[in-house]
């Protein structure tokens, strides 16, 4: 900024002399005459003057103070020895399971996952699109512990898991070019959906203790 700031000082005219007066008298003297004032333009000195007051302000006026929604006293104390961040597993909050996430993240951290202040301050790396935005919400030093954020984290992307049915089951085809294995192995698996979800939604038959 400072080669610009002497390149446009360099390039303002400086004011001649007519006849032994300065310009500026003259166009004084012709102001006068006249009672109606011109538009008014930004000239290069006023450019100039600008970029001086921006140069001079103090830094600390361009200096960011992260405010995490974790206590910011965390930001002050070293990593783990030989802590390296992983590539964690991303969730952008449109689709996935949060507390499967969780589950990734913390694996992620490897021999480090038992240190709840680590995980505060690594989990928005794990966090991308909708997510990390909702994450940046949240209202510096709101989050008090590491289960306080993933208990929040949970409830904002809680999604019903799809359960199969058995209509869903008989319907279940062999794709086309799947190998039959491949196949075989996909519909167990439905299978022991369907069979969770049955034995859920299966009403409970009161035992001998519970009659009363």
Not at 50 to 56: G, P, Q, S, V
Request: aromatic share 10%; with cysteine; proline share 8%.
């Amino acid at each position: 900024m400072m080669d610009t700031i002497k390149e446009l000082k360099g390039s303002v005219s400086k004011p001649t002399e007519e006849n032994g007066h300065p310009q500026e008298e003259s166009a004084a003297a012709a102001g006068k005459g006249s009672e109606q004032k011109g538009p008014s333009f930004v000239t290069q000195e006023d450019v100039v003057a600008m970029l001086e007051r921006e140069l001079n302000r103090s830094q600390e006026d361009w200096k960011y103070i992260p405010q995490p929604p974790y206590p910011s006293s965390l930001l002050q104390q070293p990593y783990p020895k030989g802590y390296e961040a992983p590539s964690f597993v991303l969730f952008d909050g449109r689709k996935g399971s949060p507390k499967e996430h969780v589950n990734h993240f913390i694996d992620a951290l490897g021999p480090h996952a038992g240190d709840y202040n680590l995980r505060l301050r690594e989990f928005s790396k794990s966090l991308t699109d909708r997510a990390y935005t909702w994450y940046t919400t949240l209202a510096p030093g709101s989050i008090r512990s590491w289960e306080d954020l993933a208990s929040r984290f949970c409830k904002k992307y809680f999604q019903h898991e799809e359960r199969v049915t058995t209509t869903q089951l008989n319907n279940t085809r062999q794709k086309h070019g799947e190998d039959p294995v491949d196949f075989v192995r996909r519909f167990q698996d439905l299978a022991l959906d369907c069979l969770s979800a049955a034995q859920i939604s299966r009403p409970r038959v009161p035992g001998r203790g519970d009659l009363r």
